[in-house]
Structures are given as C-alpha cells and as structure tokens.
C-alpha cells in the first residue's frame, strides 16, 4: 500500500478527481453495482494529492428506499389502493457483514432487528422474531456461514442463528456470557469467537454452538483483554481483537496463540482513544474504527499505520460514532456510522486506481 500521509482530509477538486472518476465508473470486473453506489459523491477520496487515492467514497444507505429498485406495475396499483408499506429505516446500526450472495446485514442495535439489503436484487427485508412471541433485543454483531447468520445479541447475553432469508433456527452461549460483543467466523473449518466484554475474554465455538475453548482472561500482558468489542479473521486466518480499553488490536496465529499487538493509548496516528470494528481488505491491510477519533485507521499487516479517513460529522465520508467495518471480497468498504443512522461505503483502490 505505501502510505505516508496520514490523517483526515477534505474533499477538493481538480483534473486528478476526474481521473479517479473515470476509474471507479469505467471499471468492467466484478458485479454491478446497486443504485446507493452510483453516486456522484464517489470522487471524494483520501489521501489528498499529491498522494495517489486509496481510499474512495462509494455511497451511504440509511432506509429501504436507498437501495433505488423499481416496482411493478401491480406494486404500484397495491400502493394507490391500499397505501406505501412502511420502509426498513436504519436506527443505530452497530454491526455490518455481507454474506457471499450479496446480502448486506446490518445489526440495528437500537431498532432491535437486522436489516437485509440484498446488494444484487435491491430486495429489502428485516428479522427479529425468534419463535414464541420472543425477539431480539439488542443485536450488536453479526457473522455469517453458508446460509447461516450468526447474530450476538448482548441483552438476552447469546448467540442468535437464523437462516439467510431471515427464518430463526436456534440459539447457543446462554449462561456462557456476561456481556458479548463480536463475533467472526474462521473458514473453511467454520469456527466461530466471540468477545464478551464483560468477562474480557474471547469464547471459541463449532459452527454448531459447541464451546470449545477460551481465549484470554482480564489483564493488560499479551493475550488478556480489557474490554474487548470487535473481531475479523483475514484471509491467512490471523485473528484480530480489537481490545478496546487496553487501547490496541491483539492478533493471534491460525491456532489461537497469541503472535502480535499495535496500538496504544494516544492521539497521534496510529494510536486509539476508543478502538472499536476491525476488519481486513484482501491485501491485509488492517481497517480499525475509533469513537473518539471518527475516523478509520488503517495499518499494514505488521501493524504500521498507514493513513486514516474520515472525521467529526454527518457529511459524506464523516462519522458520528463508527462502530463495526466489515470489507468484502471486492475490497468494498461498509463502515456502520451509528448515530448518523446509516451505512457508508467506501473502496480501497489497489495500484493502478483499483
């Protein structure tokens, strides 16, 4: 990646922006993009010049109608007779993850449901029921495998399984958290950890909800947490935990043991005041959000500060208290802006403007 400006930066224009552009419009791999993407706000990119972009503004979504899709004819006689169904507004997403078909979900820690944006389709639905008359409460984190949705819900203190379309099928981890947080998945073996912040340790399971082991007790010494929020496992199966009040992310080895940490309490770059969402891109560039900081910081693999975008607002490409990031396959970057009741989405550019 090859960063040396660092910090927050503004959206300015010139010829260089055209360039940037063209590339991001002109580009004919990968699949097409949804509507809330195709926007014109995707010239704004960081760092400045005379830097070369690596960072770019794609879009935000906030409710249902952001996703653009057309309706049929009869769906609009429905609408004339019988009047609008009620649209899936974000209230304060807290987590996002996109499953391989191209549903964007999105934990509504506030709306107590999970919204579902199918990326592809412009389909729209959102799940909360979990059987009985009982709901989720406060879902703060999200994971998926094959058709299965892992959702940590931190008030009823479990785990949450459903099916892709929304359909509830079982639940684990109650009477085993205090207070969970995150959750990540480790493929192809398909195990799953989760962070309980309250115990200041990380649970690991089977992709059925079996308990296997855990990682961690409370203390500041390599492999002990202070509060731990967020998780990602990168492409080499590296897990990283964002260990938010010991103000650093901690990466362990495909085995569980601990290999590495970076960060520290501060307000220099590469720092952190509040780390929350990790998440890494296909190069292994490390992504962190900070609450205080609002703003995205991003470190190499070796945990090196790069550059970071983002800063205090509600304008495109600012934040008011980012939570969890999540890039999928194609480098897109999802960032969950909680108190701007919305998702933005930004593309890390590789050498040659993609």
């Known amino acids: 990646m090859r960063i040396r400006q660092i910090g927050q930066y503004r959206r300015s224009a010139g010829p260089w922006v055209l360039v940037v552009a063209l590339l991001l419009a002109g580009a004919g791999c990968g699949p097409r993009r949804p509507g809330f993407l195709d926007q014109a706000q995707k010239m704004l990119v960081w760092p400045k010049p005379p830097e070369q972009p690596r960072i770019a503004y794609l879009g935000a979504l906030s409710t249902e ?14 609408e004339l007779l019988f009047g609008r169904k009620p649209i899936g507004v974000l209230v304060s997403p807290y987590a996002v993850v996109v499953d391989p078909t191209g549903i964007l979900y999105v934990a509504d820690s506030a709306g107590a449901a999970v919204h579902a944006f199918n990326l592809r389709t ?54 085993q958290f205090q207070r969970p947080a995150g959750i990540t998945c480790r493929r192809p073996q398909g195990t799953l950890y989760v962070a309980d912040t309250a115990s200041h340790a990380v649970y690991v399971f089977s992709h059925e909800g079996k308990f296997i082991r855990q990682i961690g007790t409370r203390g500041i010494g390599p492999g002990q947490f202070n509060f731990p929020t967020h998780l990602c496992v990168d492409g080499s199966g590296q897990l990283y935990v964002s260990d938010t009040l010991n103000y650093r992310v901690q990466v362990f080895g495909p085995d569980d043991k601990f290999l590495r940490v970076f960060g520290q309490q501060g307000d220099r770059p590469g720092n952190f005041a509040h780390p929350c969402g990790v998440a890494a ?42 939570a969890g990031v999540f890039i999928d396959v194609y480098d897109r970057i999802y960032v969950a802006d909680s108190y701007n009741k919305r998702v933005q989405v930004f593309e890390f550019l590789k ?4």
């Open 122 to 175: 412009r389909d729209y639905f959102q799940f909360s029921s979990l059987g009985k008359e009982a709901s989720l409460q406060k879902p703060v984190a999200l994971a998926t495998l094959g058709d299965r949705v892992y959702v940590v819900d931190s008030v009823l203190h479990e785990v949450c399984v459903f099916k892709r379309n929304g359909e509830f099928v079982s639940a684990f981890g109650k009477g």
């Open 281 to 322: 891109d296909q190069a292994g560039n490390i992504y962190v959000t900070d609450r205080q900081f609002e703003n995205v910081q991003v470190f190499d693999p070796e945990g090196h500060i790069l550059m970071a975008f983002g800063q205090e607002g509600s304008g495109p490409g600012e934040f008011w208290l980012p």
């Open 65 to 78: 109608s952001d996703m653009e899709k057309q309706g049929s004819l009869f769906e609009g006689i429905g």
């Open 351 to 354: 050498e040659g403007g993609r």
